[in-house]
């Protein structure tokens, strides 16, 4: 017969002989009873049935019990997983969500537990299968430090520059890259030290740190004082990146002629031109421009000096622009503008030259033909004008500014004289045909009065003009004291102008010295 325990969790059977009226009872005969009782479920002990079997006894055996649902719990060797197995009860309870919990806790699963997934499983009694509940955080490595290049790193190459119509221009090729200091060249984005990770356990696991990587500080550049992670251009240049480090460079070299391979130069700092300038070309430099070939009709602009070994030949196009001296063997059909001065040795040679300073040609040749010249200061040569009487103007003394708009405003009272003759001679012809008919027809009054006004227009510009002349005057009769001086020959045909005193030389003169005293021009001897 069976029963159940007290506690109603297990089994006990033992075998009454009245029952069995004799007979053997089987093993069999022992499930079928399980099965009548409610029992099949529960966890059997085949091997004390055996035993009850064997002995026939009449005690009585435990040989089923109760067996709850529970929780196996497996975590990988990298720690990084943490997997359950539920197992199905036996007669017993089944597996709530607690039961996992404390199963992972047992096992020292503390960090990255799905929640979710363990109430799913749990919910639909999901047994004998291995499901991951908990997954650690891999470790976020640290990115490495780089560098961003605020420049083009790369040579450029020619690239003519096409305007909006579609026209393309050869001779702006956007070869050249300036920097002025202070300019950004490059910027560091530090290394981060990355996010440790954690494994299933709570255990941390480290990152790896990124890679710093140094800065690529060459010549001429500097660190920002606003960003350490920035550096700068520390003087105004070309930026160059070589041998893996930026540098900048003041001076732009060309090593063969500026023409179509080069482009026009704009720089920032010096330009040196190792061989000639092609006509048509442009040159532009905020320092000095150095040519060492020979120049033709170009243009050269430069915040300091330039430089001429071979000189120019403008072809009454070059134009040669200098903040301070300009340095030639020659310049020849050639407009040039100095803050200092201009030295040409062998000679200037009809040119239109204004200078600061001084002019001076004491070369071999040391020539001066054609032309105008104009110095602030002196004006020296060896020979001035020719045997052919070729026109040639030589100012000295005074600014060559103020020169210059004095020769702007003489020409604007030209024209504005001949515009004012033409309106008093319309203004008067028609107030004869007034004084005839005694009055307009309405055409001619309205031209009269347009005339009227427009000649009131007239003399007040021209009064104004006047004014600033006498200014000017005012203010070269009180500037320095300039000199011409010829150390050879100077000829007729030439045109010497000291301050406001005015000669014309009418015979060949040797070896003198021009200057201004009480309004004339005196010639004194040469020294």
Known sequence: MLEFSDNGQQVLARVDSNKAQGMP?????????LEDIGAHEFEIDYAAIDRLIQTQGAKALPIAKKVDGRVEVEVSGSKMEASVMLVPPRGGRHVEVEDVSAALARAGVKYGIKKDAIENIVMQQWYNEKVVVAEGKAPEDGRDGKIEFLFNTEPAGPKPTIDEEGEVDFYELNIVENVRISDPLAEKTPPTAGENGKNVLGEDIPAKPGKDIPFPIGKGVTFSKENPNLIVAQFAGQPRLQSGKIHVYPVYEVQGDVDFSTGNINFVGDVIVRGGVLEGFVIKAEANITVMGPVAGAILEAGGSVILNKGMHGQEKGVITAGEDVNAKFLEHTTVKAGGTVNASDGIIQCNVTAKKNILCQ??????????VSAGEEVRAKVIGNYMATPTEVEAGGSPKVREELRQIEEQKKTLKLN???TEKGVKSLKLVQERQGALPPDKKDLLLQLT?????????????????????EILSSSYKGKVTVSENIY???????KQAVLHVRDMINSTTFYEQDGEIQIGVYG
């Open 363 to 372: 070369g071999r040749k040391g020539l001066i033909i054609g032309g105008r």
């Open 492 to 498: 007729p045909g030439v045109k010497v102008i000291i």
């Open 453 to 473: 006004r427009a000649q009131f227009h007239l003399m007040g510009q021209l009064k104004k003009l006047e004014q600033r002349e006498e200014e000017l005057e």
């Open 25 to 33: 009872i089987v093993a069999d005969q022992v499930l079928m009873a």
């Open 420 to 422: 004012l003759d033409r």
